[in-house]
């Protein structure tokens, strides 16, 4: 039996849901930003469904949330490997954080958009 082999199946799934739960509660606990996005959006979701005349609505309203959700937890993974690497201040570790961060605004200009057109629209 290979390498590759033992990496499929139901194991291989049960682990990656594993690892991606210990990811979501560590956003929840160390990255501020996540957390108050998530609370904001806990309040949001019942809104996206109430608001929306169908499911075209409801999937860019709630899928505009969990884009947000997404791109954090990407950001917070950047900055992670950045701030593993060290405490110095290097052009590119600046970078990659920054463009990270303008990932995160990109995605709530967006959500703030679909929000605006769906439900004033």
């Known amino acids: 039996m290979g390498t590759k082999h033992k990496r499929m199946g139901l194991k291989r799934i049960f682990k990656a849901y594993f690892y991606s739960v210990q990811g979501l509660k560590a956003a929840f606990r160390h990255e501020a930003a996540f957390a108050e996005e998530l609370l904001v959006i806990a309040f949001m979701l019942p809104i996206a469904i109430w608001a929306s005349n169908n499911n075209t609505e409801r999937a860019l ?6 884009l947000i959700l997404i791109t954090e937890l990407l950001n917070s993974a950047i900055e992670a490997v950045v701030d593993r690497i060290g405490p110095d201040h290097h052009e590119l570790s600046g970078r990659a954080k920054d463009l990270g961060s303008a990932a ?9 958009i679909i929000w605006l057109l769906i439900l004033c629209g």
Not at 61 to 66: A, E, P, R, V
Not at 104 to 112: D, H, Q, R, S, Y
Request: hydrophobic letters at 65%.
């Open 61 to 66: 309203l709630i899928g505009s949330l969990f």
């Open 104 to 112: 995160v605004l990109l995605t709530l200009v967006n959500g703030a």
